[in-house]
């Protein structure tokens, strides 16, 4: 087969499935349901693919761009977008406001003024190193977190990099805005975006021989494809269709979400301290219980998050304009200002909505032909920020392996995609297996880190059973029997009393009330207790190898991230010089598909990350198809010509897309390899120096191996010879040491069994 610089085309029909539609309807590959971040992510990574879809939401774009909601883009999402979109990458990085206005968390009676309960700095502004814990720093308000950054270590943190991007902070509406600027951008005709048009009917064609989807929208077309992708939120359509339930709590907890934006004297008021600026500024005052999320202070987008609880909270009576100004300035400076005076805000949006914490029982429908991404497939409290990475990392899972399970039916249907093999089903089973587990694990670390806010409230004095209690109390007789309205006031009234005492943190006052507070507080924050924002393992250490406990305990949820060359892990950033390629146009290309690179460790050579080399090497080569990358390590391997040959027939045999990387320790070796690196006219091969032979450290350390292949000595990175199966999406398929006696089978058996834990063993 030839993987490289296959056209989008155009599907033709199959008569077998035209049920429900006229006979000159086209059969898409893929519909998208939903056009939110993960949707457009996959989306763009379909196009990337030359995948042909269509992408449907009944919301306006309009409406995608007003509000912000998810603002964090944790490590790993970063990775995949610099290696998949670096265009929305650098736009992230240049519209995200500095680090400086986000790395902390506040904690007091109100933003500015009142008392100042804790301030904490997270780890987000040098990169983060191998083993660097996520946890918070207290510090004083005058404490210039820039200067502690600076220190002399700064060689020694660029060589322990744990990854070669850092988190961002950019609000929602505006990563979604770069998402479908970029969606039009490649667009090449292949896929076409129908917001403001709702799915309103599916039905699942089971006569033919592939199952078929049609579906009806809102404005009365209807469209019919061979697999359906979910993206279209907690409440999802598609995932009632498929009758699959949700397994978890679906009710934590009510929240009002105020989305408000602040005038330019207001705004400057509230940034003029650095020790005011945070991401998250936890208030507890006698009017305002609440979290405000600054989204970005200079524009003035905030949002106000307050616990709610219907029925005795209404919307009409407890968050009326005037109620919910006066808990905005409550919050803000403790005190409610005049509307004649300067400083002004204006409330866009109050919406309430339920922190859940569920994932779906199943991930598809039993056809395989419908499949849940993001919310559709799991909801997790906000804390943390997993909800919206989790789903980018859906679609970057999936993506790949629909592409390759719909140009696998192509090969056997000519020109058409259709009939879909138990083998290509498979591939998309892994997904679920893959997926499944770490949006459980997320969930509960989610639940985990709400819990922590709680634990906040409580060293307040504020219990959140409290209020759980008396709802219980009024819904039981004799109260139960008072109307709604009495028990309502009476819900009110003691929640009041409740706050009054949260009266002494609005001032500088000495206080014995406070000064408790404070000291119960700070002592949860000087132990670590304060919410994470970076959780190195969870981000980068989850793993999609089932055959071992790679459940990550909750032992220390912020601990430190260690690589590991193992199966299911992501491949650890490695810093590579690139030596040559096939290809004379090489430089060009590399310094085109890495310009927002944030380091180069050689002056007169490129330099690229380790982590997503498959995604790396498949732009560059401009490879429409996913593709697999095998790594060989040591100079007995590198030397041999049957690797070379063993990966071409790997490449015929299973028809699989592959890259074969030779990564050698030093410069050195380069040497006796300008011949080879230049003889492979069957398939491309890469050429790189591993700079700080961290790669070969860490595959010796784990790979392991038998005593007598090296006649009983120690195992060293100068006698390591082995391979790394990498799959499309940057985790190992398979890691093994290699003998080179008998090598081409060797290779063959290998790359066999990465693509059956990558693919499922029904594949080949």
């Known amino acids: 087969m030839n993987f490289y610089h296959q056209p989008t085309r155009r599907l033709l029909l199959s008569n077998q499935t035209r049920r429900f539609l006229s006979n000159n309807t086209e059969i898409h590959p893929a519909i998208i349901l939903g056009g939110g971040p993960t949707g457009l992510f996959l989306s763009s990574l379909l196009t990337s693919y030359s995948i042909p879809h269509l992408l449907f939401d009944k919301r306006p774009q309009s409406e995608l761009l007003k509000h912000p909601q998810a603002h964090f883009i944790n490590l790993r999402s970063m990775e995949i977008l610099r290696h998949e979109l670096p265009n929305v990458h650098d736009k992230i990085v240049q519209c995200m406001p500095p680090v400086s206005e986000w790395e902390a968390f506040h904690f007091g009676g109100s933003v500015i003024g009142g008392r100042r309960l804790g301030r904490v700095i997270h780890p987000v502004r040098d990169m983060l190193q191998i083993g660097q814990s996520g946890d918070a720093i207290l510090v004083s308000d005058e404490v210039d977190s820039s200067a502690a950054a600076n220190d002399n270590d700064a060689v020694e943190r660029l060589l322990n990099r744990a990854s070669p991007c850092r988190p961002a902070h950019l609000a929602q509406n505006k990563f979604v805005s770069l998402l479908l600027e970029e969606a039009q951008d490649c667009n090449d005709g292949g896929s076409h975006l129908h917001y403001n048009e709702e799915i309103v009917h599916i039905t699942e064609d089971t006569t033919a021989q592939q199952p078929t989807i049609a579906i009806q929208t809102s404005s009365n077309q209807q469209y019919q494809t061979q697999y359906l992708l979910a993206c279209d939120g907690a409440h999802s359509f598609a995932r009632r269709y498929c009758r699959i339930s949700m397994r978890g709590d679906a009710a934590l907890q009510h929240m009002m979400n105020i989305h408000f934006r602040t005038n330019s004297a207001l705004s400057e008021l509230l940034m003029r301290r650095k020790g005011d600026q945070a991401m998250l500024h936890f208030v507890y005052n006698p009017s305002l219980v609440g979290a405000f999320v600054c989204h970005d202070g200079r524009e003035g987008e905030w949002v106000l998050q307050v616990p709610y609880f219907p029925p005795y909270q209404v919307p009409d009576v407890d968050f009326t304009v005037d109620r919910v100004r006066d808990m905005i300035w409550f919050g803000f400076l403790g005190r409610i200002v005049s509307n004649e005076y300067k400083y002004k805000f204006d409330i866009l949006s109050t919406r309430s909505w339920t922190m859940s914490s569920q994932v779906a029982e199943q991930y598809m429908n039993q056809s395989q032909n419908v499949l849940l991404l993001g919310d559709a497939a799991h909801t997790f409290p906000p804390a943390g920020g997993f909800g919206m ?21 192509k090969t056997v249907h000519s020109d058409q995609y259709m009939s879909a093999a138990p083998s290509t089903r498979s591939i998309l089973k892994k997904y679920e297996l893959d997926r499944k587990p770490v949006a459980t694990q997320n969930a509960a670390l989610s639940v985990r880190n709400y ?67 404070e000291s119960n507080v700070k002592k949860i924050l000087e132990s670590g207790g304060s919410l994470p924002l970076v959780f190195p393992r969870f981000e980068l250490g989850f793993s999609y190898n089932l055959d071992n406990d790679t459940k990550l305990d909750s032992a220390d949820d912020s601990s430190g991230y260690y690589p590991a060359i193992r199966v299911g892990h992501r491949l650890p950033h490695v810093e590579l010089e690139v030596l040559d390629t096939n290809d ?34 498949r732009q560059l080569h401009s490879v429409s198809a996913p593709m697999f990358t095998l790594i060989v390590l040591g100079t007995d391997l590198i030397n041999s010509p049957g690797v070379h040959k063993a990966a071409g027939d790997a490449i015929e045999k299973f028809e699989i897309p592959l890259s074969l990387v030779y990564i050698l320790r030093d410069k050195s070796d380069w040497n006796g390899l300008m011949h080879k690196a230049r003889d492979s006219s069957r398939f491309q091969s890469d050429y790189f120096v591993d700079v700080d032979q961290g790669l070969h450290q860490m595959s010796t350390n784990d790979l392991e191996s038998s005593l007598n292949e090296f006649n009983g000595q120690e195992a060293t990175i100068k006698n390591l010879n082995a391979m790394i199966l990498v799959r499309p999406d940057g985790h190992i398929a398979n890691a093994s040491r290699m003998d080179t006696v008998g090598l081409e089978k060797s290779v063959l058996t290998f790359v066999e069994q990465g693509l059956r834990n990558s693919l499922g063993s029904e594949l080949l």
């Open 584 to 617: 004379g146009n090489r430089g060009d290309a590399v310094e085109a598909s890495h310009q927002c690179a944030p380091y180069n460790f050689a002056t007169e050579s490129q330099c690229i990350s380790l982590v997503d080399i498959s995604s790396q090497l």
């Open 451 to 517: 819990q922590r806010t709680l634990r906040i409230a409580k060293a307040c004095y504020l219990d959140a059973q409290h209020p759980q209690l008396l709802m219980g109390m009024l819904k039981s007789p004799p109260l139960s029997f008072l109307s709604i309205e009495a028990r309502q006031d009476m819900f009110r009234q003691l929640v009041k009393v409740a706050m009054m005492p949260l009266g002494s943190l609005l001032g500088d006052q000495n206080s014995i009330h406070a000064n408790h507070v």
């Open 389 to 409: 990475n989790t789903g980018l990392q859906d679609a970057h899972n999936l993506a790949w392996r629909l592409a390759l399970s719909l140009q696998r039916q």
